[in-house]
């Protein structure tokens, strides 16, 4: 919804055998904010990804968080969220009573 919290988790899994560092989330634009993880992800633990976006304009967004980490083979990931921001309902007038 309209100024609603845009706030959501990407959850991810370390699945190689060494502690996963993500040392870096950038956003696509300042209305975009991550946030990683502060300690290593260890082999087998899940780990969360925070994202916070405006929902101020109504409509459809797409939205990307670029992700560093020392994934051997993956130390760039790109995250993309996408959806619609629904805009304020409109008032809903009474009905007039039939005479």
Request: hydrophobic content about 30%.
């Amino acid at each position: 919804p309209h100024n609603a919290d845009g706030t959501r988790e990407f959850v991810l899994t370390n699945n190689g055998s060494k502690p996963l560092v993500i040392t870096n989330v950038q956003g696509s634009c300042g209305c975009t904010v991550p946030t990683k993880p502060d300690a290593p992800v260890a082999p087998g633990e899940k780990g969360k990804i925070g994202v916070h976006y405006a929902t101020d304009r109504v409509g459809a967004f797409t939205k990307t968080i670029t992700v560093t980490s020392n994934a051997v083979g993956n130390e760039t990931k790109v995250i993309t969220i996408k959806g619609t921001v629904l805009g304020d309902e409109p008032a809903v007038s009474p009905l007039t009573p039939k005479s």
